[in-house]
């Protein structure tokens, strides 16, 4: 937990997070660092990270490499600008890889084409929640 208040998070900020995630309290520094450094190689700033864990604050409790395997799923649909997406749908980070090729199968069935199956992601992420 000394990697948040490295990071900038007040105590106050922490103490709300925890009372979203109990997990928080157990989870190693180094998972917490695994996890800025994944959301880093996407091109997400200091800035966004911290929106990202305290928006939402499931993300610490996620192994990494799930996270890492969510990421390659959402690029092998041609997803860029990753940082963008995870900033304005943190919650996005709580779903598996199996989930977003679940999605784009569904929406393959509906007509959509790779254009429209990006931008759905880009535009309507929010509704897989």
């Known amino acids: 937990m000394d990697v948040l208040i490295r990071y900038g998070f007040s105590m106050e900020e922490i103490k709300n ?3 979203n995630n ?9 998972s917490i660092y695994e996890i800025i450094d994944i959301l880093g190689s996407v091109g997400c700033l200091s800035n966004h990270i911290k929106n990202i864990f305290y928006s939402n604050p499931y993300v610490l409790s996620r192994n990494p490499k799930d996270i890492k395997k969510l990421i390659d799923s959402l690029k092998s649909i041609g997803l860029t600008h ?4 995870f900033d304005s749908n943190p919650y ?3 779903i598996g890889e199996k989930e977003i090729k679940r999605i784009k199968k569904q929406k393959e069935k509906e007509g959509l084409d790779e254009c429209d199956i990006k931008d ?3 535009y309507n992420s ?4």
Do not use: K, P, Q, R
């Open 82 to 85: 990753l940082e963008v997406l």
């Open 22 to 30: 109990e997990e928080i309290e157990g989870i190693e520094d180094n």
């Open 17 to 19: 997070m925890m009372e």
């Open 120 to 122: 759905y992601f880009y």
């Open 126 to 129: 929010h509704e897989i929640f």
């Open 92 to 94: 996005l980070l709580n």
